[in-house]
């Protein structure tokens, strides 16, 4: 009599019914991931951007199609501080503005309505550069001398605080408000005698002067963050928008951790940097999605420098949390907002 073996055939067929289901797996993966990588109606979005190393997760994502992956066509448009890009954000040039978390407080102050949904980078990268042969050996030496910066920018809390604990009051200098590479042209003409910027600009001059260059860092501990920002209105009427964006630059700072080689190479191909200098500045960047209570009291640091200066004429400590759009990181990063509120 013959024998069936009913086993088999169940085994063959549950083996079918798997494998079935691996490649509707597969194939619903497969045009699921070109349908966002290809989508036939990309939103644009218009974005400041300040050209520095800063911007990695911005160049990472552009260079690995992250962007278009997550349905935005991502039009970047360069300012040289990030007061320039927040001042095109409010007049309503840009959707999206890069730039440090200083210019968030002069907006504070005038009541914008702006907020920042997410901090993409914390960097130690302001400098002050002085000429040797104008009698600059120490911080002491600065007393009466003349300094050049962007006002309006980070590196004018940052000098000011430097001066302070060198023992100077920011009356024994005299300050000059210059552009990036108006002051880079006067320090090397010698009609100033120190700038005040932040890298790759700080190296160029360095280079430049050769053994004639003095430059101390003026952040001391605090660390300068890159902060993404928007009009709130906008952010009101594209929150899917704002999830996108972020989502993209979530996936871009996965990349720079799992390829840092790859990473590093796509920055020093869009900024056109020595494989030298990469290696240095890499070291001097964290490039990660957060919004976290340091960014809280570095607001309100530079807010009560401000007041005591006089470069507002309020004299109360705005709340930063109006000015902070959580919702959005939330929904990709929920473990990177540690706030306060």
Not at 156 to 167: H, I, K, M, R, T
Not at 219 to 237: E, H, K, M, Y
Not at 279 to 292: G, I, M, P, R
Not at 323 to 341: A, F
């Amino acid at each position: 009599m013959l024998r069936f073996n009913m086993q088999k055939p169940k085994r063959v067929v549950l083996l079918f019914v798997v494998v079935v289901a691996v490649l509707a797996v597969a194939f619903s993966s497969f045009f699921f991931l070109n349908s966002q990588r290809f989508p036939g109606n990309l939103q644009s979005v218009t974005y400041g951007n300040l050209p520095l190393e800063t911007s990695g997760l911005i160049y990472v994502a552009q260079s690995q199609g992250f962007f278009r992956q997550n349905g935005l066509n991502v039009v970047v448009r360069n300012y040289d501080t990030g007061i320039a890009s927040t001042n095109a954000l409010l007049s309503g040039q840009l959707e999206i503005a890069g730039g440090s978390e200083y210019p968030l407080v002069n907006a504070a102050f005038q009541n914008q309505s702006i907020q920042a949904i997410a901090g993409v980078n914390k960097s130690e990268l302001e400098y002050l550069v002085d000429r040797r042969d104008h009698g600059i050996e120490n911080a002491s030496d600065l007393k009466g001398k003349t300094i050049a910066l962007p006002w309006g920018t980070i590196v004018e809390y940052y000098v000011a605080q430097f001066l302070s604990l060198s023992g100077l009051k920011t009356t024994d200098v005299s300050f000059v408000n210059m552009t990036l590479s108006q002051s880079e042209n006067a320090l090397m003409n010698g009609t100033i005698d120190a700038v005040a910027n932040w890298q790759p600009y700080t190296n160029e001059i360095v280079s430049a002067l050769g053994s004639n260059a003095v430059a101390w860092s003026v952040q001391g501990s605090p660390q300068s963050f890159g902060v993404l920002a928007c009009r709130t209105d906008w952010i009101n009427a594209n929150p899917q928008l704002v999830k996108q964006f972020l989502q993209a630059l979530y996936q871009a700072e996965d990349f720079i951790n799992s390829n840092p080689t790859q990473a590093k190479a796509i920055v020093k191909q869009q900024m056109n940097f020595t494989a030298a200098y990469m290696e240095t500045v890499w070291k001097q960047n964290q490039f990660a999605l957060s919004l976290d209570q340091s960014l809280v009291l570095a607001l309100e640091n530079e807010a009560r420098w401000m007041i005591i200066v006089k470069l507002t004429n309020q004299t109360a400590i705005p709340n930063f949390l109006n000015y902070l759009y959580l919702n959005g990181l939330l929904s990709i990063k929920p473990e990177s907002v540690n706030i306060i509120h």
